[in-house]
């Protein structure tokens, strides 16, 4: 018998207009000890998945039609109050947001005891032993200490821990872990994998791991169940899955991951090889951009009339060249310093020391009109979609306002012209300019903001993490065209990320970050394949393969 | 010409501000992403309903706005002499019950005095007894045993005539609309009563006929009677609810047209611009709303008193000066009550300044003035217009308390406030003089629940985030 | 942290000396003395020599800013600011119009605002909170939703209505307790019960409706599903973890009132003849005895400040994100 047997599962979400099925149908099982893997992208609902079956739906969905057995009961039959006392005891759950999901005003030690207490009688004192044991079990380093704290005193990583120590609070049968380690740095990803692992042969629990990443669910799962749009279009083992995924669905999301060996194939596809080279020739003239001992300090303001103390050291001392069209991946992970080095050279931010040349001119010792005037080849792509198109302008006004601040095009039919060549460039239908930016996808919105950096024809774009929040199949088709683009108008890219996979993908070279400096730099496979620093190396170890 | 037009100077400025509501309107329609929450609002039972109700209280203000200096007497040929009283177009649809004085107290829809008076009865002896009234239920010869059967009479002619203009109105529309769409009338009709239809038709039309049905009878009764009584001075008291719908609705919006562009402008440059600018405007507004709002107001308007008794030649007429205070009063309400938005408009920028639109803006070198008309002001006006909506309701109840403790608009005004003021002494009386006190609480309890739930409503559809924080 | 706290504190002195400027420039300023001295004597056969009078027995003969006939430090305190504005900052209020000290009225007056706002703050907000968690456990019924319209229609009822109506009511229809008035000691209590009723009810509407906003907002959060997971019941949920978040911004919304509980409610001790801050404040309107106003402004604006500087010091003391940062 299965721990967990899903049959038939159907979830409806009532909305304004009608209400939407968005999990229709679906039914899975996991074994005790076993990991499988619920795998889709945004919005295919797998989250709502999970909910269901914890019976933690928000008040606008419900579960419409299927069963849930859980060790041979059928939780979609049992009162609430019954319920109460499966989950915890049974069924417990691990969400995406460490920090959202443990409450602010309690410390680690109510929170965890509480759980231990629910379900099963215990004094207070031997509670919060079992507390401590549990959070030493998750690694945590100073348990006794750690107990009384309150979660914004942790680290990301450790408010996971502290998320899994409390679900294990009453050895659950089977954990539900919900995108546990989207929010962590690559390192801290890997280990909260493998103290999930350790933990789940240690219980015998089952696991039902939901994520985005096949990368992960290689690592972790022994099943894998696909979803797509509310529908589980594939389900099998993880060897078999890799090996030949068999829906047309779960090839594209395989092949829509950035690799080494899928630029190889590209470049050769497209002979883009030589097209390069010649490039390359006109390097010998001198980089693009030089960057020399760059340094951005914000400071810390303290005491009772707030005198700077001290500062905190952003970005510490980076220097790199970068030649024409060719793209630069500045790597590292979250607070390292890479966006704000992005953001000091388009002079959104002033730096503190060091210089920044461009086209063989100090951008810091430009007064304003110079410095307009050089905007035109410098511009910068966002992470956001949603947050980096002004949700009140029309596309065709969000285009053309950058002609017209930096006067690129004299008059109002050239820049429409423009603006219609630009949209054809980056693939959208030219009746968008006549639309607002709500009424396109993330990664449509991408493009848009790719084609208001295009307007100006600059010479360097710096890409500020453009695909992160973006779907995996949707990151591969902005990609490309960002490929596409710099064979096309030959511009270099400043490409700034957190993703290992990316960067091997589209970067000629790479430049490693940690701390406010840059550890590492060199060619992309020099890099990537044998790493000198420690950190690199260890970044690298992090990164799950497939 | 048998009047000559005047404008007060809040006349001027409440035309001034319909024209911009209207233009606002216009704008709103032609961009699909501003008109969007507002089509939400409107197909909200609740939404048209009180914007409907809203809306006839504002031509309500509207009609008492258009004054005039009626004419008396013809002096030559070609001169006329006009009053220096100024009237309004609603004094017009109203006169029967403006001019129609009684002695003093009636009940509502009496034929008799409140108080006793000696007088003569048939037997030409001297007695105390209850006076009929000058003018309500004059027509009646046994007012005690025709009174009831009169006003049922009065009441069931109207309500036809009511609904027959009502039926004449809708039908029209419909016939037009139908013959647009080109659908069949009984369709539509079909779809209005089952509530099928996209925006509430059915309760506006059932909100509509309320309405009618209303004014037609209270006007009907009101040329035969009384129908909230009069006042110690004889005065019909729906008359002065009636007029007080004015100094309600100025006080409201007018006071908005003074916090906004104080508001809007501080917490834009505050928001935006930061450092000693900032530091100066939050010095401005804390300072301003440490100081208590009564109390501001009070010495405010105490000073205006000193000045008015100073200089009291300076104005033409009564009208003229209470109309003043009117406008200052809404100064002052203005200057105490644009901190509040401010701070939101700050936090609001703060936030905004980091947005990445804004940032690709300056890294086109757009210039700060653009961004801030261009990128800011567009993506925080939901905000304004929240606040605004929530704040009218407010503004009404405090013309109330301020005008209970006569620092509110001048005591010759007809306002709700000035109305409880008065009738609040006659509390005490045996039998208890109750509808003056009702009439405002009717008056005033209608327009501000509306208002509030209207603004409940567009708070929904502008953005549900907003939390009110109070103070 | 401390710093902090320091910092708010000395921001106050800047504000403090801008409120007197703006009473100073007020009441002094925009109208002179002699449009006072106007006011109150009639504008009608008052001679010069009568202003003069007037204005000399209340001080307000000197003039504004610096005193010419004066030498040395007495050209500046023999001046209306400094023995009108100045001296308020050390609380000195000097007497009003009428010839009262006005320090000594406040410091009898307080004390039955006090006993009147604080059982009205306590008990109000434990109705209020109670009101508001029960209609957030039934959210998204009927009962919420009426609820909700309840509360919107009680906020639209103008606060003059609950005075009139709830006199008329209980007092005077069914003759519980006396409509008004006020007493010393333990026999002020049966005075007290109306107008703390009222208060009460008064403010149910907007109180409840906005905790009510703040619990529904706790209540979607990422850690009430936690709480939830863990299997705790809806209770638990509500009242450890729910109202201890909600708590934050409810209790520190309080503070910032407290020290202006001094000043009583304007209305409610006018209409109930209570001899507190409040009646004494609109008696002063009333009579335009502009110097007890003026003490009143700067009072109050005081009160505020200090209600600033609790509040920020009360959101260190709850809020353990901020208490250790």
Not at chain 1, 55 to 66: D, F, K, N, Q
Not at chain 1, 328 to 341: D, H, I, Q, R, Y
Request: net charge neutral; aromatic share 8%.
């Amino acid at each position: 018998m299965s721990l967990l047997q899903v049959n038939a599962l159907s979830t409806v979400i009532r909305g304004r207009a009608e209400d939407a099925l968005v999990v229709r149908d679906i039914s899975f099982n996991v074994q005790r000890g076993e990991t499988l893997a619920l795998v889709g992208e945004s919005g295919s609902g797998k989250s709502i998945t999970a909910l269901s079956i914890a019976r933690l739906l928000p008040p606008a969905a419900h579960v419409s039609a299927g069963e849930i057995i859980l060790s041979g009961h059928d939780l979609m039959q049992i009162s609430e109050r019954e319920m109460r006392d499966v989950r915890g005891s049974k069924i417990a759950m691990i969400f995406q947001e460490p920090m959202n999901s443990l409450n602010p005003v309690l410390t680690i030690g109510d929170q965890i005891s509480e759980a231990v207490r629910r379900h099963q009688t215990m004094k207070r004192s031997a509670a919060r032993q079992q507390s401590i044991d549990l959070l030493a079990a998750v690694g945590l380093p100073a348990p006794r200490r750690n107990i009384d704290e309150y979660p914004h005193q942790l680290s990301g990583g450790m408010r996971q821990r502290v998320m899994i120590a409390m679900a294990l609070a009453a050895q659950p049968d089977l954990l539900i872990a919900d995108e546990p380690t989207t929010a962590l740095d690559v390192t801290i990803q890997a280990q909260v994998l493998e103290l999930l692992k350790d933990l789940q042969s240690q219980f015998n629990m089952g696991l039902l791991f939901i994520t985005h990443d096949l990368a992960v669910v290689k690592q972790t799962a022994d099943r894998i169940a696909v979803m797509h749009q509310g529908e589980l279009v594939e389900q099998g083992s993880s060897e078999a899955f890799f090996a030949a995924p068999k829906h047309a669905y779960s090839r594209t999301l395989l092949g829509a991951i950035p690799t080494a060996q899928k630029r190889q194939q590209r470049d050769h596809e497209q002979g883009l090889e030589q097209s390069k080279g010649v490039i390359a020739n006109n390097a010998a003239v001198g980089p693009l951009l030089s960057v020399r001992n760059l340094q951005v300090h914000f400071p810390i303001r303290a005491g009772v009339f707030r005198r700077t103390v001290d500062y905190v050291r952003a970005v510490d001392d980076v220097s790199f060249d970068l030649h024409a069209a060719k793209t630069l991946a500045l790597v590292g992970e979250s607070g390292c310093g890479k966006t704000t080095v992005g953001k000091a050279i388009v002079q959104l931010l002033k730096s503190n020391q060091g210089s920044v040349q461009f086209q063989q001119r100090d951008l810091q010792s430009l007064n304003n009109e110079d410095l307009r005037k050089t905007r035109r080849d410098l511009q910068i792509v966002f992470q956001d979609p949603y947050s980096s198109l002004n949700p009140r302008m029309l596309v065709g006004d969000i285009l053309e306002e950058g002609m017209t601040a930096l006067a690129v095009l004299k008059t109002a039919q050239d820049r429409q012209r423009k603006i219609k060549l630009l949209l054809d460039q980056v693939g959208l239908p030219t009746d968008s300019l006549l639309r607002y930016p709500h009424e396109f996808s993330g990664g449509q919105r991408q493009r848009i903001s790719i084609a208001r950096a295009l307007a100006v024809e600059p010479k360097l774009i710096v890409c500020d993490e453009p695909t992160s929040a973006l779907d995996v199949s949707v990151q591969a088709q902005v990609l490309n065209l960002l490929i596409d683009l710099q064979a096309e108008l030959g511009m270099s890219y400043l490409f700034i990320t957190h993703d290992m996979a990316v960067v091997s993908y589209l970067a000629d070279e790479v430049a490693v970050m940690h701390q406010g400096r840059i550890v590492e730099q060199g060619p992309t496979e020099q890099i990537l394949l044998e790493p000198q620093h420690h950190y690199t190396q260890s970044l690298l170890a992090a990164v799950p393969s497939l | 010409m048998s009047m000559q037009p005047t404008f007060l100077i809040t006349d001027l400025l409440f035309f001034g501000l319909t024209l911009g509501l209207i233009s606002f309107v216009f704008v709103v329609r032609k961009r699909p992403h501003l008109s969007r929450p507002w089509s939400q609002v409107l197909k909200s039972t609740t939404g048209s309903v009180s914007l409907m109700i809203l809306l006839f209280y504002y031509a309500i203000a509207l009609i008492d706005s258009v004054h005039f200096h009626p004419r008396v007497a013809q002096a030559t040929e070609s001169q006329y002499q006009y009053s220096s009283e100024v009237h309004s177009l609603l004094d017009v649809l109203m006169t029967p019950m403006r001019s129609r004085m009684e002695k003093t107290f009636s009940a509502p829809l009496a034929t008799h005095s409140f108080a006793k008076e000696m007088m003569q009865n048939e037997s030409g002896q001297m007695q105390r007894d209850y006076p009929r009234l000058n003018y309500a239920g004059a027509h009646l010869t046994q007012p005690e045993d025709e009174k009831v059967a009169d006003i049922i009479s009065i009441s069931l002619i109207a309500s036809a005539r009511a609904l027959s203009y009502w039926a004449l109105i809708w039908l029209s529309i419909l016939w037009l609309y139908s013959r647009r769409q080109q659908r069949s009338l009984t369709l539509i009709f079909k779809q209005i009563l089952k509530a099928q239809t996209a925006y509430p038709l059915r309760a506006i039309a059932f909100t509509s006929a309320l309405l009618m049905l209303l004014t037609v009878i209270s006007m009907q009764l009101g040329q035969h009677y009384h129908l909230f009584g009069t006042d110690k001075v004889g005065q019909d008291v729906f008359y002065q609810a009636v007029k007080s719908v004015r100094t309600g609705i100025l006080i409201g919006v007018l006071t908005t047209l003074i916090t906004l562009p104080l508001a809007i402008l501080l917490g834009a440059l505050a928001g935006f611009f930061r450092g000693w600018l900032d530091d100066l405007i939050q010095y401005i507004y804390t300072t301003l709303n440490s100081i208590p709002h009564v109390l501001l107001i009070a010495a405010a308007v105490l000073l205006l008193q000193v000045y008015m008794s100073g200089h009291a030649d300076d104005f033409d007429s009564l009208t003229e000066r209470a109309d003043l205070r009117l406008l200052f009063l809404c100064l002052i309400l203005g200057i105490t009550s644009w901190t509040g938005l401010c701070r939101l408009l700050r936090a609001e920028t703060f936030k905004l300044r980091e947005m990445e639109y804004i940032q690709a803006a300056e890294a086109f070198g757009v210039s700060k003035f653009k961004i801030l008309m261009r990128h800011v002001m567009p993506n925080f006006m939901h905000i304004v217009i929240i606040s605004v909506v929530l704040d009218f309701s407010g503004l009404v109840l405090a013309e109330a308390v301020l005008s209970y403790i006569n620092i509110g608009v001048d005591p010759s005004m007809n306002s709700w406030g000035n109305m409880i003021n008065q009738a609040r002494l006659e509390m005490a009386r045996d039998p208890v003089v109750w509808w003056s006190l009702s009439a405002a609480f009717i008056f005033m309890f209608t327009l501000v629940l509306f208002a509030n739930l209207f603004a409940d409503v567009v708070r929904d559809a502008l953005d549900p985030r907003i939390v009110r924080g109070e103070r | 942290m401390s710093a902090y706290i320091i910092r708010r504190m000395l921001y106050a002195i800047p504000i403090l000396i801008g409120i007197n400027l703006i009473t100073f420039i007020l009441f002094f300023v925009v109208n002179s003395p002699d449009d006072m001295a106007l006011m109150q004597l009639g504008s009608k056969h008052t001679t010069e020599l009568q202003i003069e009078d007037w204005k000399r027995e209340r001080g307000y003969h000197l003039p504004l800013l610096y005193n010419t006939e004066q030498s040395g430090l007495g050209a500046v305190t023999e001046t209306i600011f400094y023995q009108k504005s100045a001296k308020l900052f050390v609380f000195d209020f000097g007497s009003s119009d009428s010839g009262r000290d006005i320090g000594y009225d406040i410091s009898q007056r307080m004390w039955p605002s006090l006993a009147l706002a604080i059982p009205t703050l306590l008990v109000g907000l434990l109705v209020t909170i109670t009101l508001a968690l029960t209609i957030a456990f039934f959210r998204g019924t009927y009962i919420d939703y009426w609820a909700v319209i309840i509360c919107v229609a009680l906020i639209s009822i103008s606060s003059l209505f609950y005075i009139i109506g709830g006199q008329f009511l209980i007092g005077k229809l069914l003759k519980i307790v006396p409509i008004s008035g006020f007493d010393t000691g333990l026999h002020a209590l049966k005075f007290m019960i109306l107008p703390v009723l009222i208060g009460i009810v008064g403010g149910i509407g907007s109180n409840t409706r906005w905790y009510r906003t703040i619990f529904l907002e706790e209540i979607n959060k990422d850690y009430v599903r936690t709480a939830r997971s863990k299997g705790l019941s809806e209770q638990v949920v509500l009242f450890k973890h729910v109202l201890r978040n909600a708590l934050i911004p409810i209790l520190t919304g309080v503070v910032v009132v407290l020290p202006l509980l001094f000043m009583g409610s304007l209305l409610t001790e006018n209409f109930f003849g209570i001899p507190g801050l409040g009646s004494y404040t609109i008696d002063a309107i009333n009579r335009q005895d502009f110097a007890i106003v003026r003490a009143m402004v700067f009072l109050g604006s005081v009160l505020y400040i200090i209600g600033l500087v609790l509040t920020d010091i009360s959101y260190t003391l709850v809020d353990p994100r901020i208490r250790l940062s």
